[in-house]
């Protein structure tokens, strides 16, 4: 079982929707926690770091469980520049990456 | 400011030949890394460094070795190619926020290697 889970997707939505990623790790010694976007064969970028109240960075919402060991993305009115793998990263020392979740947004 | 560049783009090899990729950050970053990324898997950690002249194993670190001899360098060298190295590898850097743990990673935009 890898140490950080995602749903592979793809993931096909019409513009305009919402859209939401969970992702599991099996460490309960992680630290902290984020999400990183990758566009088609360029780097990955971190996109927002993971709390555990919740946090918000415009369209985008992240969720943290550490009880249930759950971190969630959430993607309000989707853009067709949302199109990428979204990445869940867990660190306990070193970063642990989770093999991603790609999203597919369509005219 | 650069950030962090990788040299070379992209590259192919025959089996058994050696080859040396290197990542330079300017960024004054302690923390560097080299990653792998192949299908279906994430990113792998291969090796990386908590400052100059230091390097540790990752979770992948078999047929590889780095060396990192200025702050700002991060080479990784393959002595042998094999064809299960054909894969992208990404260099990171990060600041040390306390003790062991690292602020966010930066990554260069990635070498793309094929051993035949």
């Known amino acids: 079982r890898k140490e950080v889970e995602q749903d592979p997707g793809p993931f096909n939505v019409p513009e305009g929707a919402t859209v939401a990623f969970n992702c599991t790790y099996s460490?309960?010694?992680?630290?902290?926690f984020f999400w990183y976007r990758q566009d088609c064969r360029k780097e990955p970028k971190l996109l927002m770091s993971v709390y555990s109240s919740g946090n918000e960075d415009g369209r985008f919402t992240a969720q943290l469980n550490r009880a249930s060991q759950y971190i969630s993305l959430l993607i309000r009115d989707s853009k067709l520049s949302d199109s990428a793998t979204y990445l869940c990263v867990v660190n306990r020392g070193k970063l642990i990456f989770g093999q991603g979740t790609e999203l597919s947004v369509k005219p | 400011n650069a950030g962090v560049t990788q040299t070379p783009k992209f590259r192919v090899l025959k089996t058994g030949q050696s080859m040396t990729l290197l990542c330079a950050q300017d960024m004054n970053h302690e923390y560097m890394y080299w990653y792998r990324q192949d299908p279906g898997m994430g990113l792998r950690l291969i090796h990386y460094?908590?400052?100059?002249?230091?390097?540790a194993k990752g979770e992948v670190p078999d047929g590889y070795n780095v060396s990192r001899l200025k702050k700002q360098n991060f080479l990784l060298g393959l002595e042998s190619a094999a064809p299960s190295q054909t894969s992208v590898y990404f260099c990171?850097?990060?600041?040390?926020?306390?003790?062991?743990?690292?602020?966010?990673?930066?990554f260069g935009p990635g070498t793309r290697l094929t051993v035949l």
């Open positions: 460094s908590v400052g100059e002249g230091t390097t």
């Open positions: 990171a850097s990060s600041f040390l926020l306390r003790d062991w743990d690292t602020d966010t990673q930066y």
């Open positions: 460490n309960s010694a992680s630290q902290s």
